[in-house]
């Protein structure tokens, strides 16, 4: 509540009046302590009025219009996204669980897992409607959707949880494929060598396997969970630190330290999104986008020399203006840092 606002409260009585209207038992309500609602008041209502004081109608222009209203209705913070934007970041979410939604799925749902679909279905389906989308919007329903998916392991085996882990051994085999062999086609840079991405996600595949032909659904808890613990400790201490170095611009702090002081203003020409935020973020936003040839030429205008950074792909643009000279200082990764200033 106090870090989104009404959001806060419009996703539970969302949620919660769906599952009246299908119930149709409508005293239900009286049992979910109801004047608790008062706790949130207490600690909220200070807070935004407090902060209304302090701030005046900025606070209520930015909160409460701009971060709930425009952010929901218009692509004013440039996270436009199409309305199954939320379909691959819910498998993705619920991954390597993300199957047992096959059997959790398939009927006889009690009353506790009518409600705990209703509350992973509504913010679901309100976020997709969003003008705006983030990955991190639909973080409220993985609790409901954690709870029905425990509930399949300790159930019975059955085709359709057979099924489930056949899809998951495939997925891994996918992976292993798409990674393995074919990282570069994609574009991606897992960081780790291609051969083992394979050997190990083949050999997860086949142990999947053997558990949907001849083991119960817990076998399959103790097996994605110490393949989450290996994957995640794997990952933060060798994967990340790579990445840490190549993919962020975390890098680039101290190195530019050397060139310009902290209060100087450094350019970006043609910068991907988390590139200009990542470099706004270490340099207190003291970062500015140029997007063409004619807007780095305006920004040095009247300047002894500026230093840009830009990607090596987009770099060669530059190298052809009669009226720009241009001196490399440092490369990292894929980025080159380079002082800019007309010529006479």
């Known amino acids: 509540m106090l870090a989104k606002g009404p959001v806060a409260l419009l996703l539970p009585a969302l949620s919660l009046g769906g599952f009246l209207l299908l119930r149709r038992k409508w005293d239900d309500w009286r049992t979910w302590h109801p004047r608790e609602l008062w706790i949130t008041a207490a600690v909220a209502a200070p807070w935004f009025l407090l ?13 409460f219009i701009n971060q709930n209203i425009e952010r929901f209705t218009t692509t004013i913070h440039g996270h436009g996204r199409p309305f199954y934007f939320f379909v691959p970041v819910l498998l993705l979410l ?15 749902f009690t009353k506790n897992e009518h409600l705990l679909a209703w509350w992973a279905i509504v913010p679901f389906v309100f976020f997709s409607l969003s003008q705006s989308k983030l990955p991190g919007y639909i973080l409220p329903i993985a609790p409901p959707i954690a709870l029905l998916l425990a509930k399949e392991l300790l159930q019975p085996v059955s085709r359709a949880y057979k099924v489930a882990v056949f899809i998951e051994a495939g997925t891994m085999a996918f992976i292993g494929v798409a990674f ?60 990340f630190p790579r990445f840490d170095l190549t993919d962020t611009m975390r890098p680039w702090k101290p190195a530019l330290a050397e060139f ?41 205008a009247g300047e002894q020399r500026v230093l840009c950074i830009a990607e090596d792909k987009t770099l060669e643009e530059l190298t052809h203006l009669a009226n720009l000279d241009l001196k490399v200082v440092h490369t990292i990764g894929n980025q080159t840092a380079f002082w800019a200033w007309q010529t006479k």
């Open 51 to 63: 902060c209304t004081i302090a701030n005046g109608r900025d606070f209520i222009g930015v909160f």
């Open 94 to 108: 619920t991954l390597p669980w993300t199957f047992l939604l096959i059997p959790a799925l398939r009927g006889g």
């Open 180 to 239: 393995g062999f074919y990282g570069s086609t994609l574009n991606m840079d897992p960081h780790v060598s291609g051969t083992l991405i394979a050997t190990i996600t083949f050999l997860m595949a086949g142990i999947l396997s053997v558990m949907a032909l001849w083991l119960r659904p817990m076998f399959l808890a103790f097996f994605n969970t110490a393949a989450i613990l290996g994957i995640v400790i794997t990952a933060t201490t060798m994967v």
């Open 260 to 300: 310009v002081s902290d209060d100087q203003a450094v350019l970006m020409y043609k910068p991907p999104r988390w590139a200009e935020y990542g470099l706004q973020y270490y340099r207190f936003n003291r970062v500015r986008a140029v997007f063409s040839p004619e807007d780095l030429i305006h920004a040095t």
